[in-house]
Structure formats: structure tokens, C-alpha cells
């Protein structure tokens, strides 16, 4: 799922311009001129620019923002970003770092690669962390709000399995797995040298090599030095990142996954159980997700509306 009021004096809205300026903008509004104004957070025609090149790399080059439509989404992300800041939920640098290596990941290259196509279209790294930041900073919003608003009757979720099964969607479904899990995490040092890092990753494919028992082989794990060991427990495998999910269906029963690098260390998961639900679990479960995005969208747009009408917008 993904979702400002200044008092009217011109004097005081002057000097919350300069307190509500964000890291970078003061040097953009040097470079390019100022568009629009929200709530003293400044716009200018270098954002612009920015904005409407990142939508035309992410959508494939298929969505090409006009000049409007781009001040608009822009004003949407100040209106975002002040809102998660005054209500102390705004996305960390760490989690801004998080998601970026995230996104790299999940197009199969590095972090670097993936900044360097950013670069070639146009794009600045600090534009990515700020877009990111937006997106990390409103479903947190999202989540805090709306989370016990969001319900979906179960006669809802009937009615949306009957549309699905009519048009015969099962065939292309998997069936649903519950894997019981337990985390093992080899430990590295903030500043670990590549030597050390490569070291500790060595030691977590030997451990995993020689793992042939959640019972025996996670106490273990526990008396090793630098190896953090907790139960996740049960989680369905439509609940689960699409590749995370694959990779535990592909993970013998008392085995681990491979070793995936994690800020603090190399992370395993054990498969200490699976459950075949069969495809009529993931089919309820899709039904019940699309269902609750549906009402998030929705409660998304009312929340925006709602800060744009309470915010000072000046457009030039």
C-alpha cells in the first residue's frame, strides 16, 4: 500500500521558509528559479526537470510528466515529507540507504551500476534518495493511520474469488506454503575490512554446508561467536517477497538459504517446516491484498486532499 498549515502572517510564513528549506534546495534555488512555494519548502525548475526524467526512466519511458503534472506530484512530496516530519516519522538516512540498495537488488545489478544509469539519463543520486525518501516516509503515514481503518468483510473476499475463478486464474497460480523459520545471522563489524567481510562470508557457507538439523544445528548456531540466532515462525509464502518466497521453496526442509548480505552481517533462513495451503490460500490471500490496497488508495487520496487544503501553495 502506498499515501501543512502555516499561520496567514506574511512575516511568519517568510521565516518558516528558511526553517522548513530542505538540505540541498537553498542551492537548487540559486541554480534555477523558483516555481512554486509549499508551506516554505521551495520548488524550482531544476526539480522540475529531475522529477519529469526519473518518471521517464522508472515507467520504461513509457510516462512522460508535463511541466503541471510534474509541479503537481512535486507538491504532493513536500506536502508528504513536512507531514511525515512534523508527526517525527520521516524515513531515516539508513532506511533511504536500505531501500536504494534494495531497488538495486531487485533488478539483478549493484548499487553503483544502478546509480550510474541514473546518472547517464540525467537523474542525481541525492533526486532517487529524495524520491525514495517520499515513498518510505507516506506509507509509514499510510500505515499509522489507516491501518485500523482498513477492513475487509469476508463476503467481499467470496465475492472477489468467485470473479477470479470465473475467469479460470488458477492455473497460473502456485500453490500456497507456510514455512516455519528460524534467522541465523553471522555478525560483522560496522568497518570490517573486505578481507574480514569475505571471511565471515566464508564461514557462513561452511556453516550452511554442514546445517542438517533445525533442532541440533541451532543451538548450534547459538554458540558461535558473532552469530545471532531468533525465530521468525510461521509465514505464508503469499505474504512474502515473490524471490524470498521462491528461494525458500527451492530450500530443502533443515536446511538454510544462502547467505544474503544484510547491513550488520550475513543473514540465513532455516526452513524448520512447510505446510502446502494449496492454491486456493494464495488466491484468498491475493484477493484479500488487492482489496485492502483498493481501500489504502483510497484513504491515501483523502489524506493528501486534506493536506492540500490546509497547506499555503504559491505557484509563480
Known amino acids: 500500500m502506498k499515501h501543512n498549515k502555516l499561520t496567514e502572517t506574511f512575516l ?3 521565516l518558516t521558509l528558511c526553517m522548513l528549506i530542505l538540505p540541498g534546495q537553498i542551492d537548487h534555488a540559486r541554480a534555477s528559479s523558483i516555481v512554486a512555494i509549499v508551506n516554505g519548502a521551495v520548488i524550482t525548475d531544476f526539480d522540475i526537470g529531475q522529477r519529469q526524467k526519473l518518471e521517464r526512466l522508472l515507467s520504461g519511458g513509457k510516462k512522460r510528466l508535463g511541466r503541471t503534472s510534474a509541479i503537481n506530484a512535486l507538491i504532493e512530496d513536500k506536502l508528504k515529507l513536512i507531514e511525515a516530519r512534523n508527526r517525527k516519522m520521516s524515513a531515516t538516512d539508513k532506511q533511504v540507504d536500505t531501500a536504494l540498495t534494495n531497488m538495486a537488488r531487485n ?3 549493484t548499487e553503483k551500476r544502478l546509480v550510474g544509469i541514473f546518472k547517464q539519463a540525467g537523474i542525481n543520486k541525492e533526486t532517487v534518495k529524495d524520491w525514495l525518501k517520499v515513498q518510505i516516509s507516506w506509507r509509514a503515514l499510510i500505515d499509522a493511520r ?3 481503518q482498513v477492513r475487509v468483510e469476508e463476503a467481499d473476499i467470496v465475492k472477489a474469488l468467485r470473479k477470479d475463478n470465473a475467469k479460470d486464474s488458477k492455473d497460473s497460480v502456485k500453490n500456497s506454503v507456510e514455512f516455519d523459520l528460524i534467522k541465523v545471522l553471522f555478525v560483522t563489524r560496522a568497518k570490517a575490512s573486505n578481507r574480514e567481510t569475505s571471511q565471515r562470508l566464508t564461514e557462513a557457507k561452511r556453516f550452511r554446508a554442514s546445517f542438517a538439523s533445525c533442532t541440533k544445528d541451532v543451538d548450534t548456531a547459538r554458540r558461535l561467536k558473532d552469530v545471532a540466532v531468533s525465530r521468525i515462525g510461521r509465514r505464508n ?3 512474502l517477497h515473490p524471490e524470498i518466497a521462491k528461494t525458500l521453496r527451492d530450500t530443502p526442509l ?6 544474503t548480505k544484510v547491513d550488520n552481517g550475513y543473514e540465513m533462513l532455516a526452513v524448520c517446516g512447510k505446510k502446502d495451503l494449496g492454491k486456493q490460500a494464495t488466491l484468498r490471500s491475493e484477493a484479500e491484498t488487492k482489496l485492502k490496497d ?3 488508495k483510497t484513504l ?3 489524506y493528501l486532499l486534506e493536506l492540500r487544503s490546509n497547506a499555503i501553495i504559491e505557484k509563480r
Not at 533443515?254 to 547467505?259: C, G, I, R, S, V
Open 12 to 14: 511568519i510564513l517568510s
Open 107 to 109: 533488478v539483478r545489478m
Open 146 to 148: 489507516f491501518n485500523a
Open 237 to 239: 509464502s503469499s505474504d
Open 254 to 259: 533443515n536446511k538454510l538459504t544462502p547467505p
Open 294 to 296: 483498493e481501500q489504502g
Open 300 to 302: 491515501s487520496r483523502k
